[in-house]
T-cell receptor, first 113, second 113 residues
Framework: GDSVTQTEGQVALSEEDFLTIHCNYS??????LFWYVQYPGEGPQFLFR?????EKGSSRGFEATYDKGTTSFHLRKASVQESDSAVYYC????????????FGSGTQLTVMP | NSKVIQTPRYLVKGQGQKAKMRCIPE?????VFWYQQNKNNEFKFLIN????????QIDMTEKRFSAECPSNSPCSLEIQSSEAGDSALYLC???????????FGEGTRLSVL
């Protein structure tokens, strides 16, 4: 079945550092790919999506490029802020009919001032 | 500011009791999802609807869980006989259609004592 792998469980950075969170997927065809962010006590918030090879999604300074060749959708931000501290989830849209999201295990980002 | 409204935010039940939670999806979104997020932040898909009809549901949902999405009324998820293992954050999400980003509510945190 479809799956999403996030290799980093936790990332600790200082303000203005560059962020990369790795996301790889396994699925047939061209699933839609998503990034969500979840703050404590809240539901996941949609950041952006992409659905075609080489398509770039972006929001709030975060970006990721759909790469079918490497089956990846890595999240990047050039300069993180303390307010970016949260859990980030990569997800793919299951394409066999239920349209459910398959989530990765999440990456806890902590940004220190 | 989430436009998917979930009530109540917190729910405390004893084992064997019924637990019911409600969700008002984003206006104009015909697809509604329910997910369970456990204390390890893992997401489990429970059920989804398109225009009041069930698209897919997992086996767990078929046994103790029931859900509905009537027209002109909030969607609901009910656990007939709560168990300690049901303690989790229950997330409702709605989407405009296949491949489009589901928007999540803030969730109902269920504690089964």
């Amino acid at each position: 079945g479809d799956s999403v792998t996030q290799t980093e469980g936790q990332v600790a950075l200082s303000e203005e550092d560059f962020l990369t969170i790795h996301c790889n997927y396994s699925a047939s065809g061209y699933p839609a790919l998503f990034w969500y962010v979840q703050y404590p006590g809240e539901g996941p918030q949609f950041l952006f999506r992409a659905s075609r090879d080489k398509e770039k999604g972006s929001s709030r300074g975060f970006e990721a490029t759909y790469d079918k060749g490497t089956t990846s959708f890595h999240l990047r931000k050039a300069s993180v802020q303390e307010s970016d501290s949260a859990v980030y989830y990569c997800a793919l849209g299951e394409s066999s009919g239920s349209w459910q999201l398959i989530f990765g295990s999440g990456t806890q980002l902590t940004v220190m001032p | 500011n989430s436009k998917v409204i979930q009530t109540p935010r917190y729910l405390v039940k004893g084992q064997g009791q019924k637990a019911k939670m409600r969700c008002i999806p984003e206006k104009g979104h015909p697809v509604v999802f329910w997910y369970q997020q456990n204390k390890n932040n893992e997401f489990k898909f429970l059920i989804n609807f398109q225009n009041q009809e069930v698209l897919q549901q997992i086996d767990m949902t078929e046994k103790r869980f029931s859900a509905e999405c009537p027209s002109n009324s909030p969607c609901s998820l009910e656990i007939q006989s709560s168990e300690a293992g049901d303690s989790a954050l229950y997330l409702c999400a709605s989407s405009p259609g296949q491949g489009q980003a589901p928007l999540f509510g803030e969730g109902t945190r269920l504690s089964v004592l």
